[in-house]
């Protein structure tokens, strides 16, 4: 198995409203991460994962709180957000989060619409 | 600073070779990968090269890197609609442990 599955693949949303996003890997691997990818444009690092342990945050705003409930899972949980959240969401896994090789393998992604 | 930069857009009637460019700035990189998505899908990771490597060829694949330059190449060879996709150039900050995209290349495959 060499997927990453998301769900769901599209969701609209309240700016009041609280969702989650999932994500699932069954490859073994120890970092999963969150991208948001806004159209035409490259995918941008939100949060990365080792071991089940928040290794980095990029200055994102707390509306977004991610979880990692197990090696295998990867949530990220969403409130009160703003029009300007609407983007693609992409889960990523890679073998190890490491200082050299990050071969990322990602999940085809939410589609979050914020009304 | 990190930043890597690709031409937009690249059109090549099926068949033809595709080579899509890219520059780079970090010369502490490590690893250099070329990714593929498709519309509504992720990225695929589609190669890499480390960065002393000169080229790599993968099937209808060919990455040159130019490490003095810092330059980067894909080339697809025979290139059919299938192809049709954008694709993002990356690298790995060592300093920075993260990968960092390029703004992606439209590649439009005309039959």
């Known amino acids: 198995d060499t997927e990453v599955t998301q769900t769901p693949k599209h969701l609209v949303m309240g700016m009041t409203n609280k969702k989650s996003l999932k994500c699932e890997q069954h490859?073994?691997?120890?970092?999963m991460y969150w991208y948001k990818q806004k159209a035409k444009k490259p995918p941008e690092l939100m949060f990365v994962?080792?071991?089940?342990?928040?290794?980095i945050n990029e200055s994102v705003p707390s509306r977004f709180s991610p979880e990692c409930p197990n090696s295998s899972l990867l949530n990220l949980h969403l409130h009160a957000l703003q029009p300007e959240d609407s983007a693609l969401y992409l889960c990523?896994?890679?073998?190890?989060?490491?200082?050299?090789?990050?071969?990322?393998?990602f999940g085809s992604g939410t589609q979050l619409s914020v009304l | 600073g990190e930043d890597v930069e690709q031409s937009l857009f690249l059109s090549v009637r099926e068949g033809d070779s595709s080579v899509i460019n890219c520059t780079y700035t970090?010369?502490?990189?490590?690893?250099l990968y070329w990714y593929k998505q498709e519309p509504g899908a992720g990225l695929q990771l589609l190669t890499y090269?480390?960065?002393?490597?000169d080229m790599k060829q993968d099937q209808r694949l060919t990455v040159l890197l130019n490490k003095k330059d810092k330059h980067l190449s894909l080339r697809i060879a025979d290139t059919q609609t299938g192809d049709s996709a954008i694709y993002f150039c990356?690298?790995?900050?060592?300093?920075?442990?993260?990968?960092?995209f390029g703004a992606g290349t439209r590649l439009f495959v005309k039959a």
């Open positions: 994962y080792s071991y089940e342990k928040l290794s």
């Open positions: 990523a896994s890679s073998q190890e989060y490491s200082n050299s090789n990050e071969k990322l393998f």
């Open positions: 090269i480390f960065s002393n490597m």
């Open positions: 990356a690298e790995f900050v060592t300093g920075g442990f993260k990968t960092i």
């Open positions: 970090d010369s502490s990189s490590t690893y």
């Open positions: 490859m073994g691997h120890r970092a």
